[in-house]
């Protein structure tokens, strides 16, 4: 799919156009300031390139066909992070990535555009939910907000699920998470410290408990992604590594390509909402150079 959405851009004037890929609804939009493409399943952002710079977000080659989740990009987790808290056989990470959204634009000028997506129905009894998607120069926002419409408080997990590119996992240096006490999926959620930067040197599947900034130094693409966050209190750090040769829409040639840090609130800090209470959950995704 990457390379169908690069194929696309170059021969797309400026403006906002309507696309079928592989059976997906996408929106294309270029500007001045770059491209943005995002899909209607999931209100999913799949790409987005700066003027001028290689794309923040990396998006699976052979993604599968829909309604499956699609590999890339930043898939929204919610109202559950990972696996429903009690009921077997409901969908991993929840029902919003392979839900059906509208897109609007707000606001289109030369450095920036900005829209809102809403689901087409409701997706999860007693709670509403909409998407906030802004560019502005090098950055994107989202900014998803989560409602209880319900006469009863409600408690969910969510991510934004980021997949940033890089050029080789192994290299890459994750700041920001120094010290940070986290839980790791691969060993049965057993706690720990993070000793040290980060790096990736095999399978790799955290929550840590952070509020801060995270920087992911790339010395090949010689650039520094910056994940910023809002509204929450866990950051989720994946690579599948070896395990990537059992992902159909990833595979080892592909899994070096990646690293995902998603803004998250997982069971460690739940969002718990009054009746009529709404919150938000934001990050902030930007590039700029390694030194
Ligand atoms: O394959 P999925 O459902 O998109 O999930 C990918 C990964 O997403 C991460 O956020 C989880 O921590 C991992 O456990 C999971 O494997």
């Known amino acids: 799919m990457r390379q169908q959405i690069e194929a696309l851009f170059s021969a797309l004037p ?7 890929l592989q059976n997906f609804e996408l929106l294309l939009i270029k500007g001045s300031w770059g491209e943005l493409a995002l899909a209607r399943q999931g209100a999913q952002v799949l790409h987005f390139r700066p003027a ?28 559950w992070f990972g696996d429903h808290p009690s009921q077997a056989g409901q969908p991993a990470h ?12 707000q606001n289109a000028g ?6 809102r997506a809403e689901p087409t129905r409701n997706l999860w009894s007693g709670l509403e939910v909409g998407l906030e998607v802004r560019v502005r120069g090098s950055a ?28 080789d ?19 049965d959620g057993r706690r720990a410290s993070q000793d040290g930067e980060l790096r990736v040197e095999s399978a790799l599947d955290r929550v840590y408990r952070h509020t801060g900034v995270t920087e992911v130094l790339d010395p090949v693409l010689q650039r520094r992604l910056r994940v910023a966050k809002s509204g929450s209190g866990s950051t989720v750090v994946w690579n ?24 998250a609130n997982t069971g460690l800090d739940p969002v718990r909402l009054a009746p009529g209470e709404s919150r938000r959950i934001g990050t902030v995704l930007s590039v700029g150079p390694l030194a």
Not at 245 to 261: H, I, K, Y
């Open 14 to 20: 400026d403006g906002i156009h309507e696309q079928q």
């Open 52 to 79: 001028g710079e290689a794309p923040l977000l990396w998006i699976s080659d052979c993604a599968k066909a829909p309604p499956a989740p699609i590999r890339g990009g930043v898939p929204l987790c919610w109202p």
């Open 94 to 105: 929840g029902v919003a990535r392979t839900a059906r959204w509208d897109w609007r634009l």
């Open 110 to 115: 030369a450095d920036g555009v900005q829209l």
């Open 140 to 167: 994107i926002e989202l900014l998803l907000e989560s409602r209880n419409v319900a006469q009863q408080p409600v408690e969910l997990t969510q991510a934004l699920h980021s997949y940033l590119a890089v050029a």
């Open 169 to 187: 996992v192994g290299r890459i240096e994750i700041l920001g998470l120094r010290d940070c006490d986290y839980l790791d999926k691969l060993r």
């Open 240 to 263: 599948p590594g070896v395990g990537a040769a059992g992902l159909s829409d990833v595979g080892m040639d592909q899994q070096p390509r990646f690293v995902c840090v998603e803004a």
